[in-house]
C-alpha cells in the first residue's frame, strides 16, 4: 500500500469488478495467494478507514476462499514466497468487518503452521494484539500491548522494518498500555 490508500481502495474495487465481486478467480492456483494479499490491503484499509462502506460487501468471498484452507500456507511466486497461514488472512479479513473475536479465533489457527517462522510469528502476534484492542472485553483488551511489544522485538531482531513501525504505531495509539 506504501501510503496511497485510496488508490489501494481503487484497485481492491476493480479487482472486484473484475472478478464479479471475488467468486470468479480464473483457475490457475493464484486464488489464495491473490485473495491473501487483497485480506491484507483490506485490513490496512479498515485501519486507516478508507472507504469502507465501498469493500466491505466484497469480503466474505475472500473469507469463503480463505477460510477453506485454514490449515495451509499461502504460497506465491516463482520462486515461492511465503505469504504466512491462510488463517492469518481470514482473521484479518473478520477483524476489517468489525469482528474481533471471530479473528481471534482464525490467528490461533493460524499459529501451528506458523509456528516455526519467528517472521511469520511476529506478524501474527501483531495482528492479535489489533484484534483484542477491538474486543469488548476487558480481560482480552489487556494482553494487546504485551503482544505488541513482543512483536516489536522480534521484528526489530530480524530487521522487519516495516512490522517494527506498525508495532511501534500500534502501542503508541493503543489505549493499552503496560
Excluded: I
Excluded at 52 to 76: F, M, Q, T
Excluded at 130 to 149: I, T, Y
Amino acid at each position: 500500500l506504501v501510503g496511497r490508500h485510496e488508490q489501494a481502495a481503487d484497485q481492491v474495487l476493480a479487482f472486484a469488478a473484475d472478478t464479479g465481486g471475488f467468486t470468479g478467480f480464473p483457475p490457475n492456483g493464484w486464488a489464495l495467494p491473490t485473495a491473501a494479499v487483497l485480506a491484507q490491503a483490506c485490513a490496512e484499509l479498515a485501519a486507516r478507514d478508507v472507504r469502507v462502506e465501498e469493500w466491505l460487501p466484497y469480503v466474505p468471498p475472500l473469507r469463503a476462499l480463505l477460510d477453506a484452507h485454514p490449515g495451509d500456507l499461502v504460497l506465491a511466486g516463482w520462486p515461492t514466497v511465503l505469504l504466512g497461514p491462510a488463517a492469518r488472512f481470514s482473521g484479518l479479513l473478520a477483524l476489517a468487518a468489525g469482528e474481533p473475536e471471530t479473528a481471534l479465533g482464525h490467528l490461533r489457527r493460524a499459529v501451528r503452521p506458523a509456528q516455526h517462522s519467528p517472521a511469520q510469528m511476529a506478524r501474527l502476534r501483531l495482528d492479535e494484539a489489533r484484534a483484542r484492542s477491538s474486543s469488548r472485553s476487558p480481560a482480552v483488551r489487556a494482553k494487546a500491548g504485551d503482544l505488541a511489544r513482543t512483536a516489536l522485538t522480534t521484528a526489530e531482531e530480524l530487521g522487519m522494518a516495516a512490522v517494527a513501525r506498525d508495532c511501534r504505531e500500534f502501542l503508541r495509539v493503543s489505549p493499552v498500555r503496560p
